[in-house]
């Protein structure tokens, strides 16, 4: 038999939202990181061939 006390903490506790907006807040935290993360890679190439035409053009010029 189930004790009536019980019954109702799990309904209290599947009926609170209070963790809901936090948890969708970390939820689009995340899919922002995930975004970024993917668009550094993308330019990371890129960066290091700049560079490497920079640093590569100021040796050619200092002789």
Same mark, same amino acid.
């Given at each position: 038999m189930r004790s009536?006390?019980?019954?109702r903490r799990l309904a209290a506790l599947v009926a609170?939202?209070?963790?809901?907006?936090?948890?969708?807040? #970390?939820?689009i935290a995340a899919l922002m990181?995930? #975004?970024i993360v993917v668009a550094v890679g993308?330019?990371?190439k890129n960066l290091s061939?700049?560079?490497?035409?920079v640093s590569t053009n100021v040796d050619k010029a200092a002789g």
């Open positions: 009536p006390r019980l019954v609170d939202r209070r963790g809901a907006s936090a948890i969708e807040y #970390g939820l990181m995930l #975004g993308g330019f990371s061939s700049l560079w490497n035409n």
